[in-house]
């Protein structure tokens, strides 16, 4: 498994989540009020929707960016949620786009607000 170095944020969410401009707008009002810092590492899953919208936006940005592949090979119907677990433990700041639906997403969230209240953003489309 990586490890973070720097301040790492987690971005994830619902598969159909494509406006990578909200994206943008909301990382930029992260930083401006001070959660996150200038330079950080991006940590997501992999999916379509969220994820793959934080992999362009680390590219895009030079920003570091680790990727948590789920092991369904593994774990089954489980693998997901494992793979949001450790996503969130390594994260310093976690931030979910949800379309009020996606059970992921919902536990991933509950998740890692139980861990770090204070550091867990969710963005309603």
């Known amino acids: 498994m990586d490890q973070v170095e720097e301040q790492a944020l987690f ?7 494509v406006s990578y ?15 996150l810092k200038d330079t950080f ?8 929707g969220a994820d793959t919208l ?3 936006y680390a590219e895009i ?5 680790i990727e948590f592949k789920a092991r369904w090979d593994l774990y089954g119907k489980s693998a997901g ?19 009020g639906v996606s059970k ?4 991933a969230f509950d ?3 139980k861990q770090n209240p204070d550091n867990t953003f969710i963005v309603l489309y």
């Open 41 to 48: 590492t991006i940590v997501s899953g992999g999916a379509r």
């Open 21 to 35: 401009h909200l994206l943008c707008r909301t990382i930029a009002y992260l930083v401006k009020i001070g959660v």
């Open 81 to 99: 949620f494992k793979r949001n677990k450790t996503m969130v433990d390594v994260s310093d700041i976690c931030l979910f786009f949800w379309d």
């Open 111 to 113: 998740y890692a607000y």
């Open 11 to 17: 971005i994830g969410g619902s598969r159909g989540f």
């Open 54 to 56: 934080a992999r362009e």
């Open 61 to 65: 940005n030079g920003l570091k960016f």
């Open 104 to 107: 992921g997403t919902k536990h």
